[in-house]
């Protein structure tokens, strides 16, 4: 009952729980609680979220996987690397930051959390291993780089277009430094000369907060925020005037069409519960939704092109005639004799004839207080469909990283990881995640770190961190109103500064020339697809199990010569002369099905390569399994020896290697007598047979070599 009952709560392990315990937990959930709150904060933006989001993910989530986990000291929460996957595969599918978006990013916490709950309950966890370290090594040194560039607009504090190519995108950020807003550049950089001065001088003060509560200040002293509102009649720009109306236009559109669908897919309903939705009338309705919604989204696309280009102008505030609203002009075209107030403004949101007009720097704004409310997210099969493949890919790399560091804890504490729990962990805080309005989750870095050098002992620690959350999403969420959006951009970049790793990469290259191709070949795919991440790790874990299977298709074969030092080498690196008795050959690698063909023609190219030898021996200690291809090769490939006038031997076949011919009869077929447990013991037997048969082998290279006795 015991065991059930740990099996059922993980955490029951802590107990007894003792006082000495409880405060190093404490001080370490306090300290990283000081750095989870900014930090979630900086995650949820670049996830495309609204900031007060990344609160709800750093609250249950966190205790969650601490409770249900198997490490004592792994930091769950918002990460850089789930949050840019989650923001790169739901910005093709809705407008980030909208509600749209938003129940698309907890829809994907939701499958992320039944994948890796699936995957931990039915102990699959080695699926993990698809994933080779040097493809994440590629692909994180890919994503920081991206992570980190796509925050740069936000330091200038200039728009940053979305499109199918990340790298288009930030050439049109370069393209707009001469608009940069000094105020905005000035609080990024304050923040991470701050981050990175506390961080070398005094790494044990939470050099993120620190940041974040002196930037925070100093916004609301100086009237960082500057926001004004303003009706589409007062746009005056020509171009910019015709981009808004037809924004304007489509936005009804896009509205009745939705309209449309709706209406459409009720009388679809009430024919499906009829039964006849499979005649004439439910064909031409589905046809219709299908149509409506091809539309919908290319009036969505239409208007995500305007929305940037709009969002790119820079306006210019001008008084208008008495007793009317004051003018917009585009910046550096105001007519002549019109004084604008030297303020620039841009258009951060249109919304029917209404817009937002933002001219100081970008905040937070106002967080909602209390906590997030509780219930799962809509349900739609067709969700379902476009966001599998993301939430397959974020549940790998999610889980890839939270094992890497609950293993590098392990190896300090000496503690027992169980990959299988660690999934169940990781896939019960991302539907408890899902439940709470929180995006995907992973295991923290910087956070484990943080928390296991402040002294945790338990997961104890994390369940405090959450408590710490929860009283900032009751009382502190006011204070958080002027935290600059610039130093939020500054922290992620701080957090991901340190993923760049190309010493990895090269360590990789140094190892296995493949294993750096594939390393390579996933940097590079992942930057070329960008924002589309989840393409780039594809590419590079197919190509990581591509270069495997070539690897196992042609093992290395080695024609064998007796070395001076007596033993066996490969013949033509050591320049070893050929025995006229026997040809000595060495595979190594599994026979299976892939490289059959491969052991053929290496064997027979090696007799031929031999003629004067009437014996072959197949050195076999490399071979580590063989199948039911390799089974009748090997049938064949004796069979053609024998043929020819040449007796084949074998030693040093592993058991599993020889339960396999015994059991399909290859054994009988070749004969026990050809099967010897050493090299050495075949090759005495074979120059013996060949001294039977009367010929001379005294200056045979391949026979035996005395052995001294001592005595």
């Known amino acids: 009952m015991k065991l059930s009952l740990r099996t059922l709560f993980p955490f029951l392990r802590w107990f007894p729980y003792g006082?000495?315990?409880?405060?190093?937990?404490?001080?370490?959930?306090?300290t990283v609680a000081l750095v989870l709150v900014p930090q979630s904060m900086a995650y949820a933006q670049l996830a495309g979220m609204p900031a007060y989001y990344g609160l709800y993910a750093a609250?249950?989530?966190?205790?969650?996987?601490?409770?249900?986990?198997?490490?004592?000291?792994?930091?769950?929460?918002?990460?850089?690397?789930?949050?840019?996957?989650?923001?790169?595969?739901?910005?093709?599918?809705?407008?980030?930051?909208?509600?749209?978006?938003v129940a698309l990013a907890i829809m994907l916490a939701l499958l992320v959390g039944v994948i890796q709950l699936a995957l931990g309950v039915f102990k699959l966890g080695v699926v993990v291993n698809f994933l080779s370290h040097p493809v994440i090594v590629g692909f994180t040194n890919a994503a920081a780089i991206i992570i980190a560039l796509s925050q740069v607009n936000k330091l200038m504090g200039v728009p940053m277009g979305r499109s199918e190519s990340?790298?288009?995108?930030?050439?049109?950020?370069?393209?707009?430094?001469?608009?940069?807003?000094?105020?905005?550049?000035a609080m990024g950089l304050a923040a991470i000369f701050l981050i990175w001065v506390i961080r070398k001088k005094a790494p044990k003060l939470?050099?993120?907060?620190?940041?974040?509560?002196?930037?925070?200040?100093?916004?609301?002293?100086?009237?960082?925020?500057?926001?004004?509102?303003?009706?589409?009649?007062?746009?005056?720009?020509?171009?910019?005037?015709?981009?808004?109306d037809e924004f304007v236009r489509t936005e009804v559109r896009i509205r009745e069409i939705n309209e449309q669908i709706m209406g459409r897919s009720g009388e679809l309903a009430k024919l499906r519960k009829a039964g006849g939705d499979k005649g004439h009338e439910g064909t031409?309705?589905?046809?219709?939704?299908?149509?409506?919604?091809?539309?919908?989204k290319d009036r969505e696309d239409e208007n995500r092109r305007r929305n940037r280009a709009i969002r790119s102008v820079v306006f210019e505030q001008a008084a208008g005639n008495p007793g009317e609203a004051p003018k917009f002009h585009a910046a550096g075209r105001l007519p002549a004799g019109v004084q604008s107030d030297g303020r620039h403004w841009r258009i951060s949101r249109a919304?029917?004839?209404?817009?937002?007009?933002?001219?100081?720097?970008?905040?937070?704004?106002?967080?909602?207080?209390?906590?997030?409310?509780?219930?799962?997210?809509?349900?739609?099969?067709?969700?379902?469909?476009?966001?599998?493949?993301?939430?397959?890919?974020?549940?790998?790399?999610g889980f890839m990283e939270a094992i890497s560091i609950a293993k590098a804890i392990a190896a300090k504490t000496k503690q027992k990881i169980d990959p299988n729990q660690e999934l169940i962990g990781q896939g019960l805080a991302n539907l408890v995640g899902a439940a709470?309005?929180?995006?995907?989750?992973?295991?923290?870095?910087?956070?484990?770190?943080?928390?296991?050098?402040?002294?945790?002992?338990?997961?104890?620690?994390?369940?405090?961190t959450a408590a710490f959350v929860l009283l900032t999403l009751l009382f502190l969420t006011p204070l958080l109103y002027h935290l600059p959006q610039a130093v939020l951009a500054a922290v992620i970049i701080m957090a991901v500064i340190g993923l760049v790793n190309f010493g990895a990469v090269k360590h990789a290259w140094q190892a296995n020339r493949h294993d750096g191709v594939a390393a390579v070949v996933t940097f590079v795919a992942t930057l070329a697809f960008a924002p589309h991440l989840d393409k780039g790790i594809m590419v590079g874990a197919g190509l990581a199990i591509g270069l495997y299977l070539y690897r196992t298709m042609t093992p290395r074969v080695a024609i064998l010569g007796r070395h001076a030092d007596g033993t066996l080498r490969d013949a033509k690196v050591h320049d070893l002369p050929p025995s006229k008795v026997v040809t000595a050959v060495r595979f190594d690698g599994r026979l299976y099905f892939a490289n059959v063909a491969y052991f053929e023609d290496a064997i027979l190219e090696a007799v031929a390569a031999n003629p004067e030898a009437r014996a072959l021996l197949v050195v076999g200690e490399g071979i580590n399994e063989i199948d039911a291809s390799g089974e009748e090769v090997m049938h064949h490939v004796v069979q053609h020896l024998r043929d020819a006038g040449i007796e084949p031997a074998f030693s040093g076949l592993k058991k599993?290697?020889?339960?396999?011919?015994?059991?399909?009869?290859?054994?009988?077929?070749?004969?026990?007598?050809?099967?010897?447990?050493?090299?050495?013991?075949?090759?005495?037997?074979?120059?013996?047979?060949?001294?039977?048969?009367?010929?001379?082998?005294?200056?045979?290279?391949?026979?035996?070599?005395?052995?001294?006795?001592?005595?």
Not at 210 to 223: C, D, K, N, R
Not at 353 to 381: A, D, M, N, Q
Not at 693 to 704: F, K, N, Q, T, W
Request: aromatic share 6%; glycine share 10%.
């Open 19 to 30: 006082g000495a315990t409880l405060r190093a937990d404490f001080l370490a959930g306090l």
């Open 59 to 101: 609250f249950l989530p966190v205790a969650v996987a601490a409770l249900w986990g198997s490490s004592n000291q792994l930091g769950t929460g918002p990460v850089a690397v789930a949050s840019l996957l989650t923001a790169s595969a739901l910005t093709p599918l809705a407008a980030p930051g909208s509600e749209s978006f």
């Open 166 to 185: 990340f790298i288009v995108d930030i050439w049109g950020v370069l393209q707009l430094a001469g608009d940069t807003h000094p105020p905005t550049l």
């Open 206 to 244: 939470p050099g993120v907060l620190i940041a974040v509560a002196l930037t925070t200040v100093a916004s609301w002293q100086v009237g960082y925020e500057r926001n004004a509102t303003a009706a589409l009649e007062q746009i005056v720009d020509p171009e910019a005037r015709g981009l808004l």
């Open 284 to 296: 031409t309705l589905n046809y219709e939704i299908e149509l409506l919604r091809l539309q919908l």
């Open 351 to 397: 919304t029917g004839g209404s817009l937002r007009l933002v001219g100081g720097g970008e905040v937070v704004g106002k967080v909602p207080e209390g906590l997030p409310s509780i219930g799962l997210p809509k349900f739609s099969w067709d969700m379902v469909g476009g966001l599998l493949a993301a939430a397959l890919v974020i549940s790998l790399v």
């Open 436 to 464: 709470t309005q929180a995006f995907p989750v992973s295991g923290s870095f910087s956070r484990s770190a943080v928390n296991i050098n402040a002294g945790a002992k338990t997961g104890m620690s994390s369940v405090i």
């Open 656 to 711: 599993q290697v020889v339960d396999v011919m015994r059991a399909t009869g290859l054994l009988a077929f070749i004969g026990e007598s050809r099967l010897f447990p050493t090299a050495d013991t075949a090759l005495e037997a074979i120059h013996a047979e060949a001294a039977a048969r009367g010929e001379d082998h005294a200056d045979s290279p391949l026979r035996p070599v005395p052995q001294k006795r001592f005595g």
